[in-house]
């Protein structure tokens, strides 16, 4: 049973990944669908990695401070490593207070 839904699973994402290129054979001019193409990496990767930043740590509060950092480094246009990094060490340090209160 398990091998059907990895099965089903790789054929749905070859489908996805080859239709377009099937059926789309010229360059893509429309400049809101250039666009909307642009932006999707974006959005898919922060649909995964929101839900994932709520439930990693054993608080919501030291969640949502990481989340604030990481937001305020990334708006300051540091390096990946360090807002991941500045993410880490603030959730370990209000995990870390908020286990003393």
């Known amino acids: 049973m398990i ?3 990895i ?3 790789a054929g749905v994402t070859y489908l ?3 239709l377009p290129l099937t059926f789309v054979k010229k360059k893509i001019t429309n400049v809101r669908i250039r666009s909307f193409l642009y932006y999707i990496p974006y959005a898919c990767l922060a649909a995964m990695t929101f839900p994932a930043i709520l439930y990693a740590t054993s608080s919501s509060i030291a969640a ?3 989340f604030v950092v990481a937001v ?3 708006l300051k246009r540091k390096s990946l490593i360090i807002v ?3 993410a880490c060490t603030v959730v370990f340090i209000v995990e870390r207070i908020l286990e003393i209160l």
Do not use: N, Q
């Open 72 to 74: 305020f480094m990334g």
């Open 7 to 9: 099965f089903v699973m």
């Open 16 to 18: 996805i990944r080859m």
């Open 3 to 5: 091998y059907t839904y």
């Open 84 to 86: 991941a990094l500045s």
């Open 64 to 66: 949502f401070c990481g």
